[in-house]
């Protein structure tokens, strides 16, 4: 079983206000992930991390923005929340060495 | 860089028959073919994988192939129970430890008791 952890699970807010998704994991792995994942199941990669101090750009432009300092917590923060960021967020994380990837059950935001 | 295909993108089958998913990738570089099933509420998890140097993987009712040549893989899942019930995701990379994972779109499979 994965350990890898994702909170809050729902969490519905207002226009304009600044939030952060949190990730955790306990597996010691270097590699961590965010996926945005829309109602039409697909997955789409917005940040990822090869370690601390390290945060990259995925495939799909967004406007949050991560930092890794400690290499089991990997957060997410929208300054400004908007209905657009209404999504499904997945966090993932993976050993450097191996490809197979691990992931959180997810937080569901609504942006009203 | 490289891109998935997946189909069908919904499937529905009756309890007991089999159930087949098709994926194609463009980079004939990618030698990594994981599929992850995600259940309701859950994050997607890895059931199978399959690298190039194999044509086929099986482990119980489920097995993947591999058509290198065609740039093909599908999953095949046998004898489906309601259990079996989620999305399913296909992915495929080149295989160092610095490539992502590219994902197709997903399908979801429902199966009828």
Not at chain 1, 31 to 60: A, F
Not at chain 1, 61 to 87: D, Q
Not at chain 2, 12 to 38: L, M, R
Request: hydrophobic content about 30%; some cysteine; charged content about 20%.
């Amino acid at each position: 079983e994965a350990d890898i952890y994702q909170t809050p699970r729902y969490l519905v807010i207002g226009t304009g206000k600044k939030i952060t998704l949190e990730c955790s994991q306990t597996m010691g792995h270097d590699k961590m992930y965010w996926y945005q994942q829309d109602p039409g199941m697909e997955l789409h990669l917005i940040h990822y991390s090869y370690g601390v101090n390290s945060t990259e750009k995925g495939d799909l432009s967004s406007e949050s923005t991560v930092s890794r300092i400690r290499t089991e917590h990997f957060p997410l923060t929208l300054e400004s929340a908007r209905p657009s960021h209404t999504s499904q967020y997945l966090c993932a994380s993976s050993d450097v060495a191996v490809e197979k990837l691990f992931f959180g059950s997810g937080t569901q935001l609504s942006v009203l | 860089g490289e891109n998935v295909e997946q189909h069908p993108s919904t499937l529905s089958v009756q309890e007991g028959d089999s159930a087949v998913i098709k994926c194609t990738y463009s980079d004939s570089a990618s030698n990594y073919f994981p599929w992850y099933k995600q259940e309701l509420g859950k994050g997607p998890q890895l059931i199978i994988d399959i690298r190039s140097n194999v044509g086929e993987k099986k482990d119980q009712r489920i097995a993947v192939t591999l058509n290198k040549t065609a740039k093909h893989f599908s999953l095949h899942i046998t004898e489906t129970q309601p259990e079996d019930s989620a999305v399913y995701f296909c992915a495929a990379s080149r295989d160092n430890a610095g490539n992502m994972l590219t994902f197709g779109g997903g399908t979801r499979l429902m199966v009828k008791p």
